[in-house]
């Protein structure tokens, strides 16, 4: 691999861009299969390519015994977490573990500050605000810690809009219930509610904030790699 | 800390920008039951140190053998592992399946390059 390639594979990953890489697996050679089909390319091969990363799965892709290696590296899930509190420190560093861009949101900057974060995007707006801008999509979730209808509220109405993958709320069920109703009151509808997990988190018996934190980014791992779960049982 | 795509990719860079020789291993076929998914990769320099995984440990010590010679100046080439050799407990896969590994070479920037 030439070093300008590797580069540019870092930089993308570091940019959170997708990046496709095609290796000619009799002698080596590499392009990234955004440029053009280059010289020497059997062209079909290079758009049989194409439909591969479309798909976005890495493979070997074939024609005859032209074997191309195609190596999608897609962009990071994102988790965004609003509320800088204690278990939030811990959730954002086994999010950063497991390869999540992790951007905290609270416009309490006491909470919100870097001694607190070291190395962790902070968002220190209101939350309704902070989450537009944040532009929700497919590979977000979005985890409300803040137990303050204020903040958690008009988070959680926003990412009910959008397309995260995943939405939790803090909270115990009794809180939960509350929530709802409240949100209810706000117009959101029966649908969107039951997309909410509350309480948030695998039931670990979780105590300290380690380990609330663990039994969110376990939940959060579970419905990235299986999908939406049924709701659980009341407690 | 656990290495995830982007430190497999940046330690390679980081190795070579201390001067030293660096490959490259990725996973490109899976047959079966396989430890790690398609695209996985592992990072090799000339000493021996490596970062990431290919495998569960089943058959690094055979790909880093195969880099060690491939930084040396040998081609870039492709390694298969199974279980059904005599050579299966040093580098084959416990669990059954098969994989295949592509290993290649970093090459330095030449001036003026990247």
């Known amino acids: 691999m030439k070093r300008a390639l590797l580069d540019a594979l870092i930089a993308a990953h570091a940019d959170n861009r997708p990046a496709v890489l095609a290796t000619d697996l009799d002698g080596g050679e590499q392009y990234l299969l955004d440029d053009p089909c280059p010289p020497g390319m059997d062209p079909e091969l290079h758009r049989e390519a194409l439909a591969r990363a479309a798909r976005g799965k890495s493979g070997v892709a074939s024609r005859g015994e032209r074997q191309l290696f195609v190596h999608v590296l897609s962009p990071r899930p994102r988790l965004v977490i609003v509320g800088a509190v204690h278990i939030a420190q811990g959730l954002a560093q086994m999010a950063m573990?497991?390869?999540?861009?992790?951007?905290?949101?609270?416009?309490?900057?006491?909470?919100?500050?870097?001694?607190?974060?070291?190395?962790?995007r902070l968002v220190t707006e209101w939350p309704d605000r902070a989450l537009q801008e944040l532009k929700l999509d497919g590979r977000t979730a979005v985890v409300t810690l803040t137990h303050e209808p204020k903040l958690d509220d008009p988070a959680l109405t926003r990412a009910l809009a959008s397309e995260a993958f995943f939405v939790g709320a803090l909270g115990s069920t009794r809180t939960q219930h509350k929530r709802l109703e409240r949100l209810r009151q706000h117009g959101l509808e029966e649908a969107a509610l039951a997309r909410i997990r509350g309480p948030v988190g695998l039931p670990l018996g979780s105590i300290t904030p380690a380990e609330i934190a663990t039994s969110i980014m376990a939940e959060i791992v579970q419905w990235r790699r299986r999908g939406p779960q049924p709701a659980r049982a009341p407690a | 800390?656990?290495?995830?795509?982007?430190?497999?990719?940046?330690?390679?860079?980081?190795?070579?920008?201390?001067?030293?020789?660096?490959?490259?291993?990725?996973?490109?076929?899976?047959?079966?039951?396989?430890?790690?998914?398609?695209g996985s990769q592992l990072a090799i320099?000339?000493?021996?140190?490596?970062?990431?995984?290919?495998?569960?440990?089943?058959?690094?010590?055979?790909?880093?053998?195969?880099?060690?010679?491939?930084?040396?100046?040998?081609?870039?080439?492709?390694?298969?592992?199974?279980?059904?050799?005599d050579d299966a407990w040093s580098v084959g896969l416990p669990c059954g399946g098969r994989i295949s590994v592509f290993v290649e070479r970093v090459e330095p920037a030449r001036d003026g390059e990247g």
């Open chain 1, 97 to 120: 573990m497991h390869d999540y861009e992790v951007v905290i949101v609270d416009p309490r900057k006491g909470f919100a500050s870097p001694e607190r974060f070291a190395g962790v």
């Open chain 2, 45 to 85: 320099n000339e000493r021996g140190t490596f970062q990431g995984s290919v495998s569960g440990g089943c058959v690094e010590a055979a790909v880093i053998k195969a880099a060690l010679e491939i930084i040396e100046g040998a081609p870039a080439r492709r390694l298969d592992f199974g279980v059904s050799d």
């Open chain 2, 1 to 38: 800390m656990i290495a995830d795509e982007r430190s497999v990719l940046a330690q390679a860079a980081a190795w070579q920008d201390e001067g030293l020789g660096v490959a490259l291993a990725t996973v490109i076929q899976t047959w079966g039951s396989s430890p790690r998914p398609v």
